[in-house]
């Protein structure tokens, strides 16, 4: 059921078993993962079923380190979230990512991989990615299409597949709305996480509207799915009892926060232009793939770096007088007279000279190396209050990126790493952007993050190391959990969203199990 907040039907009191805040990636893989469960099941959503200024208007705040690290210009604030813009990017973290990394202060996850890959499985599914993985030998290589034979101390070739985009907020709408032990308010904005006096226990959910109507949960289990920075601001939000916030007994709330450090690195002219298109996008069993680099596991223990990976983007030096002498000679071939032909003859005719260098110079292929790099967990990359208020009179949330030589250094190591093996190969001359070749801890600007914002309520065995446990409930708070990126740990490098989705199915897991169901 989809209940408006504001009007005068929707109850001001409501009870059910799970609360559940936020309706993104998340919040709604968990709650259509309890349908049909008999569990009382509300979801909160801030915005409506459309974008709206006003709502999105809540999520502005202070940026005061690094730029492109924005609230509002990158998550959106309605029902189906950051999934209304999504493009649909998908892969699964690698094993590396979750172990102990002894050359990565703070790293290691307390699961495996093998913890999340039955998770992953329906996260394809659910993201619309079909129910093939990630080999690419399966997929991409074969006796005509083979990749060049990059060492395996170097580089290793891997899979993204693309979802459609799935945005949630229309693709399970539906399911929702029928769903019999499922409610879902728009409109309606957590206030504030009432606790008992030890802070040990949420007891109540307090809400509010815009226009002003305010309204109490109560519920047996709170999950937290508001993204990589509102999930902390609302902890820190919630201290009446807690002055640092609610569950913030190690102070770690808003800490650590990561994006992945996106940018063209270098400029490649490709001896072999069929290479290339290997590394296009290809339909393989009616879903989109495409292969990238990624810098080898052996290659990160030798070099002491971080995970990154790189996309190839084909570069056509085509000017403005060959496009036209191409769209004569194409129209011609089809048997179709060009339009203004006389025009476009006479602007080829007048310049013979580009159109001899456009066509020497499109024998030769040329292409942009594009990173994507994990970040170092970072004390001081945080998320905290800000001194203004919202219109609730709430704190807004300030934003303070922050990367460390490390993260330079990993990024010039990998590059290295990928220019010697086309190198090697024989598969073109590598020259590195300027900025790469400064070993500093100076950055472009402004820097792509690729509004993947992590690690804020991190996952940790250990209360004094992070925010939530295993089964991501917040260590000292019985029953609130959280849901979504702030719980990585570390980041890897590919986009959050299929991991973010497998989390939440197995949180659902273990909710059930609460409720003695599966």
């Not at 499985?121 to 290589?141: D, M, P, S």
């Not at 815009?210 to 509102?230: P, S």
């Not at 290997?278 to 810098?295: D, G, N, P, W």
Request: with cysteine.
């Amino acid at each position: 059921m989809l209940v408006d907040f504001r009007s005068d039907q929707a109850s001001s009191n409501i009870d059910c078993d799970i609360c559940i805040i936020g309706a993104g990636a998340a919040g709604i893989t968990l709650a259509s993962s309890l349908i049909g469960s008999g569990i009382e099941v509300c979801v909160f959503e801030s915005g409506g079923l459309e974008f709206s200024a006003n709502i999105q208007s809540l999520y502005e705040g202070e940026e005061i380190g690094l730029e492109n690290a924005s609230p509002t210009k990158c998550r959106l604030r309605y029902f189906g979230g950051t999934t209304n813009h999504w493009r649909g990017w998908c892969a699964p973290l690698r094993e590396i990512d979750f172990k102990t990394r002894s050359w990565i202060p703070l790293s290691g996850w307390p699961i495996r991989r093998s913890d999340l890959n039955p998770y992953y499985e329906r996260a394809q599914e659910i993201c619309q990615i079909g129910t093939v993985g990630f080999e690419t030998n399966a997929l991409l290589n074969n006796e005509q299409n083979r990749f060049p034979p990059f060492s395996s101390e170097k580089a290793d070739i891997r899979l993204f597949r693309f979802s459609p985009p799935t945005r949630f907020g229309q693709v399970f709408r539906e399911d929702l709305r029928k769903a019999k032990n499922i409610k879902v308010y728009l409109y309606a904005n957590l206030i504030q996480l009432e606790t008992n006096e030890s802070a040990s226990e949420v007891r109540t959910v307090q809400l509010q509207s815009l226009e002003g109507k305010t309204g109490i949960v109560n519920a047996r289990i709170i999950v937290l799915a508001c993204g990589g920075m509102e999930n902390a601001r609302l902890l820190l939000l919630s201290n009446k009892i807690e002055p640092a916030g609610l569950g913030n007994s190690s102070g770690l709330i808003g800490r650590y926060f990561m994006q992945h450090i996106e940018g063209y690195v270098a400029n490649i002219l490709v001896t072999d232009p069929d290479v290339l298109a290997q590394f296009s996008r290809h339909i393989k069993r009616s879903t989109q793939v495409r292969a990238e680099l990624a810098l080898s596991e052996q290659a990160q223990e030798k070099h002491g770096i971080l995970s990154s990976g790189f996309t190839i983007h084909r570069k056509v030096r085509d000017g403005a007088v060959y496009k036209a002498l191409r769209k004569i000679w194409q129209d011609l071939k089809h048997g179709h007279w060009p339009e203004n032909f006389s025009d476009r003859l006479w602007s080829v005719m007048a310049d013979l000279g580009s159109v001899g260098d456009a066509i020497y110079n499109n024998k030769k292929s040329y292409a942009r190396l594009y990173i994507r790099a994990e970040q170092l967990p970072n004390r001081d990359s945080n998320i905290s209050l800000s001194d203004r208020l919202d219109v609730f009179g709430l704190p807004k949330i300030k934003v303070d990126w922050q990367l460390t030589n490390f993260d330079k250094r990993s990024i010039i190591e990998s590059t290295y790493r990928i220019a010697e093996e086309f190198g090697r190969l024989n598969l073109g001359r590598v020259k590195l952007e300027d900025w790469v070749t400064q070993e500093d801890n100076t950055w472009p600007q402004p820097l792509w993050g690729g509004c993947h914002h992590m690690g804020t309520t991190r996952m940790s065995d250990d209360l004094n190391m992070g925010i939530v446990d295993i089964n991501c409930r917040v260590h000292t708070v019985g029953n609130l959990y959280i849901a979504g990126s702030s719980v990585f740990p570390t980041a890897g490098y590919v986009p959050p969203t299929l991991t973010i989705v497998a989390l939440a199915l197995r949180l659902s897991d273990h909710l059930k199990k609460q409720f003695h169901i599966g």
